[in-house]
């Protein structure tokens, strides 16, 4: 079993900044692809970031050049860094573990275990 703890989120405006952490209780986590998700009210959840255990990235269309996924194995911590953030992408984001091969990138379909999310809220 792996539990998923994320932490960061808040409340910023346009043109600010947040850092998700998102820790997980496992050793394996160092194998682990991880992705961070987002779902607005009313929408489907869909991928943002996501990060291969051997250190390839996956970037949705809408977050390229502003998010940054990142990975600390020593910590079992991954990061979301948000730069310029937008009104749109006021959401709950989740953090994820596929702990099968290969990496599922931001197909949600293929993470066996997530957290509990936190809010990221972006006023304009």
């Known amino acids: 079993q792996v539990q998923l703890v994320e932490s960061g989120g808040g409340s910023v405006q346009a043109g600010g900044s947040l850092r998700l952490s998102c820790v997980a209780t496992?050793?394996?986590?160092?194998?682990?692809?991880m992705g961070w998700f987002r779902q607005a009210p009313g929408k489907e959840r869909e991928g943002v970031a996501a990060?291969?255990?051997?250190?390839?990235?996956y970037y949705a269309d809408s977050v390229k050049g502003r998010f940054t996924i990142s990975r600390d194995n020593a910590k079992n911590t991954v990061y979301l860094q948000m730069n310029i953030l937008k009104p749109e992408d006021t959401a709950m984001y989740y953090c994820?573990?596929?702990?099968?091969?290969?990496?599922?990138?931001?197909?949600?379909?293929?993470?066996?275990?997530w957290g509990q999310g936190t809010q990221v809220t972006v006023s304009s």
């Open positions: 994820a573990a596929d702990l099968t091969y290969p990496c599922s990138a931001l197909n949600q379909y293929g993470y066996n275990y």
């Open positions: 496992r050793a394996t986590y160092s194998s682990a692809c």
């Open positions: 990060t291969a255990s051997g250190g390839i990235t």
